[in-house]
């Protein structure tokens, strides 16, 4: 079944739908949801250093593809609210967010762009979810696992990652659903998340571009990665986004670049029988390893595998889960299809 718009006439410019964004009172950067007055929208443009795409809008669109856009707005709105967030600890004196006097302006001015440019990818998914009659998806609260710089561009890196994985399988459901109007603006979004990816690489040391050919994942993925950083009870419509998650997988290892044996957790909530790991990397088959079981303990599993990093040169994003089948899979959907845990995230340089 294919969706109509729901408020206006087809092919009205996104630009127009603007327009009709409601909202009265400002509101400070931090305090913002997602109705905007056209004001607040130009000035999130000048310091995004552009606009939001004008273009004609699709006449229809299919579910699957609207859950792709609640997704997309999901993850935009938390890495919004990630960066902003990052603005005030690094403006704010806060302990381990210190700049050097030599680059200091230059990051903080790269984050807010980039702030700015995530809040229009998000205002534009939200549009288009309105402009088909769908919930805008609302900023929630959030708790993230960073306590100083190093760890936040970690993380940053970690979930641009992550998203430039699931925006490939997104652009196969638009490809797949006839939602093909969808892709160029889509493809521009990754393109941009890409140059993010370069510079949050460069500030960590690391040459700019990861591999030859990024890592896939799917949707289910980030939703499971994204709702654990969600504080519970601050966002209800969550279950509007109808993606499934997994139970969590916890890698006690940090894998290096050399094949070793590596050590995780999971919960022991319901015996499922025999689990395997699996390891998503690059545009490569699914690897499959099994799984040695140590010990049970405060209803966590305790278990280990081979990551086998030198004969996979298993370099950049690896999405780590455990199956309940041995495969083979063809691609990360099939992984996802049988997976119970995870995703678990690794990089490797
Ligand atoms: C900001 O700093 C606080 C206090 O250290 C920390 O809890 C929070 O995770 C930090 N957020 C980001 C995005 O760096
Ligand atoms: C979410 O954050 C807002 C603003 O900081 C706060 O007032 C509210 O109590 C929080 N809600 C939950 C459920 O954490
Ligand atoms: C988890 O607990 C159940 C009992 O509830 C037990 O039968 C099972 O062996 C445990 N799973 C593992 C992997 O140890």
Redesign the pocket.
């Known amino acids: 079944m294919r969706l109509q718009p729901a408020l206006f006439p087809a092919l009205l410019p996104l630009g127009a739908v603007c327009f009709y964004w409601t909202s009265g009172t400002e509101t400070s950067p931090a305090d913002r949801r997602s109705n905007f007055s056209p004001s607040q929208i130009s000035s999130i443009e000048q310091e995004a250093h552009g606009m939001l795409p004008n273009a004609a809008l699709p006449s229809s669109i299919s579910q699957d593809s609207l859950i792709s856009l609640q997704l997309i707005a999901f993850n935009e709105i938390f890495e919004v609210a990630?960066?902003t967030?990052?603005l005030?600890?690094l403006t704010n004196n806060?302990?381990?967010?210190e700049l050097s006097d030599d680059n200091g302006e230059s990051i903080i001015e790269s984050i807010l762009t980039i702030q700015n440019q995530e809040e229009l990818h998000a205002l534009q998914a939200n549009q288009l979810l309105e402009y088909f009659g769908t919930n805008p998806i609302q900023p929630c609260n959030y708790?993230?696992?960073?306590?100083?710089?190093r760890?936040?561009i970690w993380?940053a890196s970690l979930f641009t990652s992550v998203n430039l994985g699931t925006m490939q399988d997104v652009t196969r459901i638009f490809a797949d659903s006839g939602d093909t109007s969808l892709i160029q603006v889509l493809t521009s979004i990754i393109g941009q998340e890409g140059e993010q990816e370069g510079f949050f690489r460069i500030i960590q040391q690391k040459l700019p571009s990861e591999v030859p050919f990024l890592t896939a994942s799917v949707r289910e993925f980030t939703f499971t990665a994204l709702r654990s950083h969600v504080i519970p009870g601050s966002c209800s419509h969550l279950d509007a986004i109808h993606l499934k998650t997994f139970a969590p997988l916890n890698l006690i290892t940090t894998p290096v670049a050399e094949t070793e044996i590596i050590q995780f957790s999971y919960p022991n909530q319901t015996y499922y029988g025999d689990l395997f790991a699996v390891y998503i990397n690059q545009q490569n088959l699914p690897i499959v390893e099994a799984i040695g079981v140590n010990d049970v303990k405060d209803y966590a599993v305790n278990a280990e595998a081979l990551f086998p990093y030198n004969a996979n040169e298993m370099n950049g994003l690896t999405i780590m889960t455990l199956t309940n089948s041995p495969g083979p899979f063809i691609d990360a959907r099939e992984v996802a299809k049988s997976t119970l845990f995870g995703p678990a995230f690794i990089i490797v340089n």
């Open positions: 990630f960066f967030e990052l005030f600890n806060v302990d381990g967010y708790s993230f696992p960073v306590s100083n710089l760890e936040a993380h």
